[in-house]
Nanobody, 125 residues
Framework: EARLVESGGGLVQAGGSLRLSCAAS????????VGWFRQAPGKEREGVSS????????NYTDSVKGRFTISSDNAKETVYLQMNSLKPEDTAVYYC??????????????????WGQGTQVTVSS
């Protein structure tokens, strides 16, 4: 059974940092696109970043470029999202997702096959 489990969320002050982890199991991790999405109350789910696990190519949405870094440890089947210089507008539930999709479609949530349960990130001002 394919499974994604996020961890690392929490409460942090503006300007602080958090590192989210997404641990995968039950599928061939090293041949997938893994994406991080977030959803704030009353807003649509938004693609934040993605990584192609077999070549480590990455994508970021404009609002997080220069602040967030995605990485993959294929031996541990885990993808990380390092979030620095956090802002109150980064507050959301963060989800990781994995799928055998074209990397250029990384922001399209419906293209992903598997989803984690989400982890809350709250940034106070």
């Amino acid at each position: 059974e394919a499974r994604l489990v996020e961890s690392g969320g929490g409460l942090v002050q503006a300007g602080g940092s958090l590192r989210l982890s997404c641990a995968a199991s039950g599928f061939t991790f090293d041949d997938y696109v893994v994406g991080w999405f977030r959803q704030a109350p009353g807003k649509e789910r938004e693609g934040v970043s993605s990584i192609v696990t077999n070549d480590n190519s990455t994508n970021y949405t404009d609002s997080v470029k220069g602040r967030f870094t995605i990485s993959s440890d294929n031996a541990k089947e885990t993808v990380y999202l390092q979030m620095n210089s956090l802002k109150p507008e980064d507050t959301a539930v963060y989800y990781c997702a994995a799928g055998a999709l074209l990397p250029r479609l990384w922001k399209v949530a419906n293209e992903y096959d598997y989803w984690g349960q989400g982890t809350q990130v709250t940034v106070s001002s």
